[in-house]
């Protein structure tokens, strides 16, 4: 299937055209027909598989149809709302990047920043509006916005509203919107209260399930290393040096834990930054812009802060701590190999994190592949015997990785 079988607009296909989008991804396949019908849709996905423009161009292809040649400033037709700020800054982008053959406009709210400049690109009037919960109930509870010409409105990334404690104001939010209105839910899981919460939000739908498997394991190249607390430092180092050249996501389970790990990495010389919570709007955009634009290569990171974020070219996560969590497994290495592009993830796990690998593999129904033997084996807890039978690097010379993780570094090299 083509974008052109799905029977666009030009200007969006135009847009698709110059983004390098050859064909949908299977959400997109499954998502855009529902959604051009005027149905309402349960996305049972996570990012990484191309589940913006899943629901950015039939909102566009919608709103390109209905553009009247009213006079005026323009009204709210479509909402989005996401749970942190880089995802709504990354989906306004989206919009900008789809919509920029079309006169439709879009902009962009989130908190931790002053709201003038939010509310005077409101009052200039736009289309489309992206939004995290809480800045949005403030504006509107200001007067500043309004949604009574709402026609289509998604909330993206559900399950992760609830962690972050969102529920309670994504409710309020929904009980303002117009009724007359196509609605779009998206969750990675269905937790009880967030299949409630979707049975509120969506009138008679139809549902689209991407399995993590299908996102991440086919392109992603997993590998588990055993290694003790003391000596993740030393494997993290030792793994960096050896890719010097390639951007890293490297995730940690706790806020302190990322800023350690930045201050050890600054002993050995290895420049990085760290995001999360309780970095400012400011800082953590600039982490994120400088390891986009390259000028960064190693970005620590948090769960949270790390959601969706979208970096062209990354070629490695490395996973610090195991997550708890087993789906946030899969959120983290789909970081890397996202649509296009091929990738690597790479996992630390301790004694203490083993119950949590079985979770992930379970989840993943697929086994991690042991990483063999390292230069700093000394106290890892391999109690399962699963190391590779042969250490995968050279027999002589086990500071390097394993072949097969090198001839993948190559092949990401060589498609950039
Ligand atoms: P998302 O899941 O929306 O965060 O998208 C993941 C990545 O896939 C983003 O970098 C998108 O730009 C990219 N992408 C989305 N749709 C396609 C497509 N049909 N072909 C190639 N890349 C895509």
Not at 108 to 115: E, M, N, R, S
Not at 238 to 257: A, I
């Amino acid at each position: 299937m083509t974008f052109k079988d799905l029977k666009l607009e030009p200007p969006i296909l135009k847009a698709l055209e110059k983004q390098g989008y050859s064909q949908p991804t299977p959400i997109q396949e499954q998502a855009i027909p529902i959604l051009l019908k005027g149905n309402d849709l349960l996305g049972v996905a996570q990012t990484g598989t191309g589940k913006t423009a899943a629901f950015g161009i039939p909102i566009l292809n919608h709103l390109l149809k209905e553009k009247s040649s009213g006079q005026g400033r323009r009204k709210i037709k479509a909402l989005v709302v996401t749970p942190t700020r880089e995802l709504a800054i990354q989906i306004a982008e989206n919009f900008t990047a789809y919509s920029q053959f079309t006169p439709l406009r879009n902009t962009v709210i989130f908190g931790g920043v002053k709201q003038s400049k939010q509310v005077a690109s409101l009052q200039q009037g736009v289309d489309i509006l992206v939004a995290t919960p809480g800045r949005l109930l403030d504006l509107m509870n200001q007067g500043y916005i309004t949604f009574r010409d709402l026609k289509y409105v998604v909330l993206d990334e559900a399950d992760q509203m609830l962690d972050m404690g969102f529920i309670h104001d994504v409710k309020k939010i929904i009980a303002k919107l117009p009724p007359n209105r196509q609605s779009l839910f998206f969750s990675a899981t269905m937790p009880k209260t967030i299949v409630a919460l979707s049975q509120k939000m969506l009138g008679d739908f139809e549902r689209v399930t991407i399995k993590p498997q299908q996102a991440t394991a086919e392109k992603v190249e997993q590998g588990v290393y055993y290694v003790s607390k003391n000596n993740k430092p030393k494997l993290l180092i030792h793994l960096l040096e050896q890719r010097p050249q390639d951007s890293v996501l490297v995730f940690s389970r706790t806020k302190h834990g990322a800023n350690k790990i930045v201050k050890i990495l600054d002993k050995a010389k290895i420049k990085s930054a760290a995001i999360h919570g309780n970095k400012s709007q400011a800082q953590r955009q600039k982490a994120l812009g400088e390891f986009k634009d390259g000028s960064l290569k190693v970005l620590i990171a948090t769960d949270i802060a790390a959601r969706g974020i979208d970096v062209d070219d990354l070629a490695l996560v490395i996973n610090y701590d195991l997550p708890n969590v087993s789906e946030t497994y899969v959120h983290r290495i789909g970081r890397t190999g996202r649509a296009s592009a091929s990738g690597i993830a790479l996992s630390f796990c301790m004694g203490d994190e083993r119950p949590y690998l079985k979770d992930i593999e379970k989840l993943i129904k697929q086994q991690v592949p042991r990483m063999g033997e390292h230069p700093f084996m000394e106290g890892a807890d391999v109690v399962d015997g699963s190391l590779n039978k042969k250490p995968q690097g050279r027999p002589n010379n086990r500071n390097r990785p394993s072949n097969k993780n090198s001839n993948n570094r190559n092949r990401n090299r060589n498609k950039k």
